[in-house]
Structures are given as C-alpha cells and as structure tokens.
C-alpha cells in the first residue's frame, strides 16, 4: 500500500462550524492509536498509531481522527459503520492513507477468504489489498456558528 492522501473542502452553506454524519467503509488491518478516545474502530484525537502497522485517518487541521482503531493481527477485517464528524465549512478536510512500514496485511479473514465490501467496487469481487471510504451522509449546523 501506497502512502495516499485525499482532500476536499465541503461549502455547505453559511460559514460556521457543522456536524457530519459519515459511513467508513472498508477492509483493513488495524492498529491502536493513542492520546485520544476510542468509539470503536473511531479514534478522535489521534496522536499516534502502533509502529508497523497501516493506519487510516481523518485530518481538519484542528483534530485527527483515526479510522481504523484496533488490535493488529495478521488479518483484515471488514469495517463499516457510521459516527458524527465537526467541522468549519470551509476548512480542508483530509483522508491518510499511511503504509508505515511499506507493507500491508493481504485482504483476508481468519480462514484467509478474501472480503468483500458489498455496493463498494469491484464488489462483488473483492479488491486486492486495503482501502477504506468515508462517505458524508448529511450536515447540520452546529452551536452559535451555523
């Protein structure tokens, strides 16, 4: 797996902060963070991931949010789930990918049966290797900012 980054800047009306919901989706292995607090595979406040192991990541400039908390085993596993996310519209968002030892965990379970994200191409086949979508479902404005 390569490093990777991907960034975007949401203008979802008038300027102040907001509250997203987003889905996190994927196959990955996993790796613990720390200096934050944990809600599942969901790590705000990320300072720093286990060494060795990928890790995936929300960054706004004001916090870091790990996304694939957990763990590390030699296997995959399958996330999917849904949290709230704060932002300042506006500001840039980002998606790490960081590989921190140039390796990745090949896509398997325990049995080392290939996963399979279904409606994410290529489902219905699996994809060759890790990777994890963030999808923002909805926004509403948040305290006296929106």
Known sequence: MADATDSFTPDVGAPGDYRAVVRVRGVTELTLFTGGVASGFWYEGAIDSQPG???FALSNFTMVTGLNH???TVTTTAIDYQ?????TNGALISLFADAQD???VTNGD???VPIVIPGIPP????????F???DFLSFE??????
Not at 83 to 87: C, K, L, P, S, V
Not at 141 to 146: A, E, L, Q, W
């Open 141 to 146: 404005p948040i305290g006296s900012g929106g």
């Open 110 to 112: 325990v049995d080392d």
């Open 123 to 130: 489902a219905p086949a699996a994809f060759n290797g890790q």
């Open 70 to 72: 957990g763990p590390s």
């Open 132 to 134: 994890i979508q963030v």
């Open 102 to 104: 140039a390796c990745q």
């Open 83 to 87: 949290q709230t996310y704060d932002f």
């Open 53 to 55: 192991w990928n890790y």
